[in-house]
């Protein structure tokens, strides 16, 4: 069985893992920007970025993964917006990197009006992006890929509902199909997916979901635009939830195409819309 | 192919493999409200929030479902 992680932060995770992770099937990962546990200065993102697109990728080579990631200032250091601003000029350059799917993980944090406001700012930059690439091109141009962060705990659902608002608001500019909103739980992600939008499920050991509570929410919502994802990071997590998910699938009786489907191919489709990811989405043949 | 809607177990299947992992969870629930009243100046939390969550919580349980984890989730979220 291969796996792609879709939201994972390896820059916080030792080599071991990265050979836990090829030993356990998955052959990409997708590594959004974060917050690295301190606020950093400008010039400390520019040296993530570099780490994210220079040296995370030959790290994960060696092991036969393919690594990709997602630019952005994190939602948790957006408050600042003198920092943001000189942030978010930084990240155009990083755009046209190899490894690079888009800007993410963008969104809110504890739901303030600065931290709207940046978002908004991002998700302007991608779709700007995207007209910057082909010049030239229509407006009907697609923008950049986009992955969200969705707030923690009680700040989630009025965070959710914000994101949607906002997002609704670019009309047209924006195609929910080429966003993924992630850290959906019971509560929010039916609103993600009615309005069209990729959903995923992070599994931690406390908070977010569990992987019984994961497999339900596939249950009764659906697989069709759902991603599963450890969001392994330097806090309590494991890089190994994502397949306990597949596990906890698998002992329900969940057929192998439907697992297939849900932690490879998924991704692969979201992620292949923009023509650097690689994996494409594969099926099984029973001979 | 699309994943089942439903859960693929029966229902007697799925109180068999998850009742035990039901049981523990509840009596950890238990030991820890137990240890919060055992532990020193108990007084100053009767008031908290975070209490009243788990008593509506626990409420919710108790309850006819459906979706009873969607409920809990919505009672701990900000409005």
Request: a negative charge; hydrophobic letters at 45%.
């Amino acid at each position: 069985m291969f796996f792609i992680d879709p939201h994972i932060h390896m820059v916080s995770r030792t080599t071991a893992d990265y050979e836990l992770l090829a030993l356990s099937g998955v052959v990409a990962v997708s590594e959004p920007a974060f917050w690295a546990g301190f606020d950093r200065s400008p010039a400390g993102f520019v040296d993530y970025f570099r780490q994210l697109t220079e040296f995370e990728p030959a790290r994960a080579a060696q092991f036969g993964i393919d690594h990709y990631c997602w630019i952005c200032l994190n939602p948790k250091e957006a408050e600042d917006l003198g920092k943001a601003r000189e942030v978010l000029a930084e990240i155009s350059r990083f755009l046209d990197q190899p490894n690079v799917l888009g800007i993410g993980e963008i969104g809110l944090n504890k739901n303030t009006a600065n931290e709207a406001k940046v978002f908004q700012q991002h998700v302007q930059m991608a779709i700007d992006a995207a007209h910057r690439q082909a010049a030239g091109a229509s407006p009907a141009m697609p923008h950049a890929l986009i992955l969200i962060h969705t707030p923690h705990l009680q700040d989630k659902l009025k965070g959710t509902r914000l994101i949607l608002e906002m997002l609704k608001d670019f009309g047209p500019a924006i195609d929910p199909g080429r966003v993924l909103i992630d850290h959906v739980e019971e509560h929010t992600i039916k609103l993600v997916k009615d309005a069209g939008y990729w959903a995923g499920m992070t599994i931690y050991p406390i908070s977010k979901a569990t992987p019984q509570r994961a497999v339900d929410m596939m249950e009764m919502y659906g697989p069709e635009r759902l991603c599963v994802n450890a969001a392994a990071d330097w806090g309590v997590s494991d890089p190994l939830n994502t397949h306990r998910t597949m596990h906890e699938a698998r002992r329900r009786g969940h057929p192998l195409p439907v697992l297939l489907d849900v932690f490879y191919n998924n991704p692969a489709r979201f992620f292949g819309q923009n023509p650097r990811f690689k994996p494409k989405p594969m099926q099984v043949a029973m001979l | 192919m699309a994943l089942t809607v439903t859960h693929p177990r029966l229902a007697r299947e799925t109180l068999d493999i998850y009742f035990l992992e039901v049981r523990a969870r509840l009596l950890e629930i238990a030991a820890t409200l137990d240890r919060i009243d055992r532990s020193a100046r108990p007084e100053e939390v009767v008031a908290d929030p975070r209490l009243a969550f788990v008593r509506e919580a626990l409420a919710v349980l108790q309850s006819a479902g459906p979706e009873r984890a969607r409920r809990i989730e919505e009672l701990y979220s900000l409005k």
